[in-house]
């Protein structure tokens, strides 16, 4: 399997000599050359897999150039029942990613049973074991340099605590972020994660990484890499789950299933699109939006206008603040007839601060046979759902997983299963929690004194230069 670029001037290149980097070299997103489908008889075959066994077929379809034996292994290694039954006592431990049933025909997909309990682990764990094989196998380094508002940051950082070859430089806002996700990242101790704490707003640290990258000497002497949602290796990780919950919610493969996808920068619910193109029986693919609704905009409209970080909303659903969504591009490429000319012209205007059409050419006609929907929530919606969830059916969401649903049972139809993806759990994010239901959301076992352990964190101003100080005196540690 070769990979492309959406922007078509990039040469096609290997899993493996994608994984590390970000960006294509012509600034587009990695996608496969073409879609590789499963046809009837293999889907029926998958029915019966367990978690591991669906990841080897699907992964095994997307890399070539990792032999059978040792992509199995690191599989084995990621998808096990310890790492992802931390979350919750009471859900199914012999089962990754299990599947709630809410009510007939609604179901809760839960994602967030891994360490930081967002669904973010369900591929950055896999992430971890993938780079470290990688790196030993290029005898190389790499020093992880991200920014994070919350979830991705403490994801991150448990994937690649420990591991060879990799360290870890994560800048968060140092008042933002809940207190739970601030011990999450600042209690580990492990020498390889370094904890940044700027004194500054997301965006602050975001230009610092901006900054750092563009120094293109600085980044190849220190071997500076991401891990950011744009990452090929974590979109195709994601689209295992979806497999997952379709046979769970199925007796055949004739039926079809409706997912409804909290969203951000696009990448969730771009592994669903996936997981279609591969052949899975999908009918409608909700995204969900909260007030920041970039992409519900571009689904009811066809305009996909980015905003500007300044323009962004701080939200009660904070891992959905975003203002552009970095994978869509992966979508619109497909959408287009994958036509790599169109995607840069298009992208063109959204690198210099402009917004997109797609109704006068036709184009946005054609979304509705990729199955796309969408919708947004806010505040109030959120917390109201959250309250009917938990007086309902006694389960309790969290705010993101609570936009998901509201927007989903908008577009439920009568005889199609609904699956509400759940991305995070509420001991996350105790106060919206406390609003709603007016008690604090129960924490896993193990995590009760999580912020009372020492943390090991340190703080400095919005600086570039300080920054790069901070890794050049650590980057051989
Ligand atoms: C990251 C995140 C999202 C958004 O996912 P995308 O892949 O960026 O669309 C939604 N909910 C939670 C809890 C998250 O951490």
Redesign the pocket.
Known sequence: MRYISTRGLAPAQSFLEILLGGLAPDGGLYVPEAYPRFGADELVTMRGMDYRQLAYAVLSRLIDDIPVGELKALIDRTYTAETYSHGRPDSDYSQIAPVRRLEEGLYLLEL?NGPTL???DMAMQLLGNLFEYALIRAGRDVNILGATS???GS?AEYAMRGKRHVRVFMLAPEHGMTRFQQAQMWSLQDANIHNLAIRGVFDDCQDIVKNVSNDLEFKAKYRIGAVN?INWARVAA?VIYYFKAYFAVTASNDEQVSFS???????????GHIARMLGLPIRRLIVATNENDVLDEFFRTGVYRPRGAAETLHTS?P??D?SK???FERFVFDLTGRDAARVRALWSAVDRGQSFDLKPSGLFDRVSEFGFTSGSSNHANRIATIRMVWQRYGTMI????A??LKVGLEHREPGVPLVCLE??LPA?FEDAIREALGRAPERPAGMEDLEQRPQRVEVMEADTQAVKDYIARHAED
């Not at 996808?261 to 592994?271: K, L, Q, R, W, Y």
């Not at 969290?398 to 997983?401: A, F, L, Q, R």
């Open positions: 967030s967002a669904f973010k919350g979830d991705t994801a949602s994601q996808v909290p969203s951000g920068n696009f990448g969730n619910v771009c592994a659903s891992s959905m975003i969504a970095s994978n969290d705010t993101h997983t936009d998901g991305t995070a996350k």
